[in-house]
């Protein structure tokens, strides 16, 4: 079995040209990643740059109400850029600048990470250039904005479903024409290896505040913690340091779109079943002759058709559980929680705030649920206005 | 000797690409028994993928094409049993890993070989995932075709030594489609890999459209493969695309047969 392998799951599967880019890519890791002179530099960006650790908040009003478990949100919406993505983007861009490249190239499904990235590059000196689906550029003008002017370059992906798949395939292939110079700052914990293990050791700070702020806040670990999960990378940051425990149940909040039962959906555990692409072996929604399906969700981020290779070893498992959320149970919660807490949350982490509202109340007053809050919402506000029926003119 | 080999026996090979059931399954069939009138020596019989990360505008338009027309593996392999009743040149698929794979890699094997397919080119299944696929394909008596490129700096030696059938040689950094000019030394390339398997044929296919670069990529090496540049023709005509494409194999056959000193590769 090749390297990379999360029980069955992952490997290398990527053209020959781009087999001596990860491989290089993978040695400059292994030097950095137990090197205190690179994790300095990297806990500094992170501290002083992006505003971590970023904090462990109680929900009094949503505890109360739900009546149940207590909750807690992981405030990874507090970072600079608004999402967890800064965490990978700060790493990864890092690395690439020690491996001398000068330039960064990402896909970007909401927009999030290619802000993230083209934030990244202005602060390092770097070029960027950003690979998003047309659809998205549509749905998240806004970022497509401020990827602009933070000096990114943003190409829109006409081809397939024009969404975040057709955006990493596009990176891809621009990557393959391009090495010598250029890092593919890939945002998820997918891909050929070594980007699942990469992406998840950037984002695995998230689960290593999360337990130390609640032991010293309450003395114990938590009963469950929830994410949504797209390609996985904020969830598997927020799970990483609880696999260990089996106390913890680990719950990830896949992207159901109009219902699993329906075309329109694109929770991969629930209906995906084993394949290769994107340089990984994983679960991909697919049809019997292996097309990749194109996949819907109202969040952009979660709008993709395959799974980090270690989520779907989770779930082969049995460590973690993949549960799906609807858009509309996804849209009550982004009001919801703007309501009760005064945190308006990315429509991709109200897919894990919508699971908490079914979980907590089930659960004992001593227990506790922490939501990883993975983003903001501000991106999605004209989008859940329109599905709501309501036009906003900015 | 393989029927892949054979095809190298007889001086320098062109190889064509086409992806198949674009824009149907009649046009492709009478398009293959075309090239293989117009002197084509092997030809690469694309099986349609719905995320072809390797290729170029061109052929992703032509997948997307063919996939919207319905064609399908097992619609693919029928073709080739019709291909094969008078049909006798070496034909190898190539597609993506998830085709083969999601099918049930055995099962695919199976039905490629019994319908008369002689190998396999998978571009994205690299050295390191070749175990998955390769002992499978032995069993049925296919060739997994391997590939290297102008990044393969350190691992040519092995890829060469346990290469089956030809070596595909990517002239380009980048995905397929034609280029003005090839600027990679392939005559490098394809000396390393003779040195490590004196015996394995090398192609050179990704970027070549004219009869001069593939008159000067033969020149340096066993053979030219062109994709790009069918598929165009195939996408122009459609239904009618037979002439042409049988006139422009025949050009370039020519054009890689003649003899010849290395050239540049530039068109003129």
């Not at chain 1, 081809?159 to 621009?174: C, F, I, N, P, Y």
């Not at chain 2, 049993?81 to 999601?102: C, D, E, K």
């Not at chain 2, 080119?121 to 070749?130: A, G, N, S």
Request: hydrophobic share 40%; aromatic share 6%; with cysteine.
């Amino acid at each position: 079995m090749s390297k990379g392998r999360f029980g069955i799951h992952g490997g290398q599967y990527l053209p020959e040209t781009l087999m001596n880019a990860v491989i290089e890519l993978e040695d400059a890791y292994n030097r950095c990643k137990d090197d205190p002179e690179f994790n300095a530099e990297l806990s500094e960006l992170l501290n002083e740059y992006a505003g971590r650790p970023s904090r462990l908040y109680f929900a009094r009003r949503m505890t109360q109400d739900l009546g149940g478990a207590k909750i807690y949100l992981k405030r990874e919406d507090l970072n600079h850029t608004g999402a967890h993505k800064i965490n990978n983007v700060l790493g990864q861009a890092l690395l690439a600048k020690k491996m001398g490249k000068t330039r960064l190239i990402a896909e970007t499904g909401a927009g999030q990470h290619g802000v993230a990235t083209a934030t990244a590059a202005a602060l390092l000196g770097m070029e960027c250039e950003v690979f998003m689906g047309q659809e998205d550029t549509r749905r998240q003008a806004l970022n497509v904005y401020k990827m602009r002017l933070l000096g990114a370059q943003v190409h829109p992906v006409a081809t397939g479903t024009a969404t975040l798949k057709d955006a990493v395939s596009q990176t891809m292939r621009e990557w393959t024409a391009r090495i010598r110079d250029t890092h593919y700052c890939l945002g998820s914990c997918m891909g050929p290896h070594p980007f699942p293990t990469i992406v998840r050791d950037f984002q695995a700070v998230i689960s290593r505040e999360i337990r130390q702020q609640l032991l010293e806040r309450e003395g114990r670990l938590p009963d469950a913690v929830l994410a949504c999960v797209g390609g996985g990378s904020n969830a598997i940051g927020a799970f990483y340091h609880f696999i260990q425990d089996p106390s913890v149940r680990l719950i990830g909040c896949e992207a159901a779109g109009r219902g699993v039962d329906t075309p329109d959906t694109a929770a991969t555990i629930a209906t995906g079943r084993l394949g290769i692409f994107h340089g990984m072996k994983s679960y991909f929604c697919q049809d019997e002759y292996g097309q990749i399906a194109p996949v819907y969700s109202i969040s952009a981020g979660l709008d993709y058709p395959g799974i980090g290779p270690e989520h779907a070893w989770l779930h082969d498992t049995g460590r973690a559980e993949y549960v799906s959320v609807t858009d509309s149970e996804a849209v009550d919660a982004f009001a919801y929680m703007s309501r009760m807490e005064g945190i308006i949350p990315a429509i991709e982490s109200a897919h894990a705030v919508a699971c908490a509202r079914k979980l907590a109340p089930s659960m004992g007053r001593e227990q506790i649920i922490v939501i990883n809050i993975s983003g903001r919402g501000d991106k999605d506000c004209s989008a859940i206005a329109r599905y709501r029926g309501e036009e906003i003119r900015e | 000797m393989s029927r892949i080999k054979e095809a190298f026996a007889g001086g320098k090979a062109f190889i064509p690409f086409l992806t198949c059931g674009d824009p149907d399954l009649e046009t492709t069939e009478a398009i293959v028994h075309a090239m293989a009138q117009a002197g084509a020596d092997l030809i690469e019989l694309g099986i349609p993928f719905s995320d072809p990360t390797a290729e170029g505008p061109v052929i992703q338009a032509a997948n997307a094409r063919a996939l919207s027309g319905g064609v399908t593996a097992d619609s693919i392999f029928a073709l080739v049993r019709r291909l094969r009743r008078t049909l006798t040149l070496p034909l190898v698929f190539m597609t993506y890993a998830n085709v083969v794979f999601s099918y049930g890699t055995e099962r695919f094997l199976s039905a490629a070989a019994a319908a008369g397919v002689d190998g396999l080119i998978l571009p994205d299944v690299p050295f390191e995932e070749k175990e998955e696929f390769a002992p499978l394909c032995r069993k049925y008596g296919l060739d997994l075709i391997s590939l290297i490129a102008p990044t393969s700096a350190g691992r040519i030696t092995q890829i060469a030594r346990a290469a089956e059938g030809f070596v595909y040689c990517v002239s380009s950094l980048g995905v397929t489609g034609m280029r003005r000019q090839i600027t990679t030394d392939v005559g490098a390339l394809v000396e390393l890999v003779r040195r490590a398997n004196p015996g394995i044929p090398c192609a050179v296919g990704f970027g070549i459209s004219t009869p001069e670069q593939a008159a000067a990529m033969a020149a340096v090496s066993d053979g030219a493969i062109v994709g790009s540049a069918i598929v165009t023709l195939a996408g122009r005509y459609g239904r009618d695309a037979v002439p042409a494409v049988r006139d422009y194999v025949q050009a370039m056959k020519a054009a890689v047969s003649a003899p010849q000193r290395p050239a540049e590769a530039d068109p003129p």
